[in-house]
């Protein structure tokens, strides 16, 4: 028997090392991504239902369908979209619905395959993942300019951790796809400040450098931007009248600080820099172990488990939080 393997190639490798982005197209078939169209699509909607029942929107829109819906409702009050979508994000930090459609994507065979090809066969999926709907007019859908490992522990600077930005519908320039800036994270950690729009981190334009030209990556829907943690990328405003969604994954190899292994009680903040997790405050989880296959997280409702309890741990036993920019009004 022969297995398809969907290992980048050592070209498309090396254009995200030289360059530190990636864009490959029809890489997540069009399954996939369908049900995590639908998956949103219904908590979007139950949501809306249950907003409604409390009085607080008159018209759900349910029929405006996935790419419509929530800019029906931003279109009749910008404040009710915004509650609607932090309902759906959950507790800030949380890591927002867990659901089958969203696992099978963050573990799909190709998405690992094409990882395993950058960073080994011993894949774990980094606590951050995150769900955009970037509504059109949204302050908030706008992202500044940051290098994910600004988000970071400072001792992960130096690990390899690849963002797979993946858009649920077709990524342009009118609906908000993503910038980036080539080439710079050879040249390691931008200083960032807190307090950027929308409260999200933000590296000033003087900090960054001068003789540099962002470009914008389009990615058509079932292609995926890979990112290493190093890229400086931005998102601006979405000037179509849908719905920009997309899903941010990240992945990194066994052997970079993770705490897919770790009880919150276990991830002490005296412990030392290698015992800590990139982002403590979330759970890791194992992904792809050829080694330890037994440690596979092969479902969404176990992964779902370990991730709201250490959520709901974190406080308790004093895991730390990635604390090291000045704030904008310093
Ligand atoms: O989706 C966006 O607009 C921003 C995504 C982002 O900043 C990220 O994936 O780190």
Redesign the pocket.
Known sequence: MTTTTHQLSPEQCQHLRDQGYLMVPNLIDTATIDGVRQELNEVVDATAHAMKSEGQLVDTHSDAGFDRQLARIAHDSMDTASKLIARIEGDAGSGGHMGPGVFELLRHPCLLDAIESLVGPEIIGSSVY?I?P?VPGLIR???PW?Q?SGYLMGHCDRELII?C?IPLVDATIEN?C?YVIPQVHKNGIMKHHTGGSANYLVIKDEDIPGDTTPIAVPVPKGGVLF?TNLTP???FTNASDHV?W?V?LRYQNANTPHNADLLPSESKSDSADVEIACYPPEADFVLRSPSQPNKEIRDWQTLKQLRDRHFINRHTNQIPFPDRWPSLKA
């Open positions: 995150r955009r970037k859908g706008a992202v940051h994910d963002t930005w908000g993503l990112m990328h931005a998102s920009r997309s941010d």
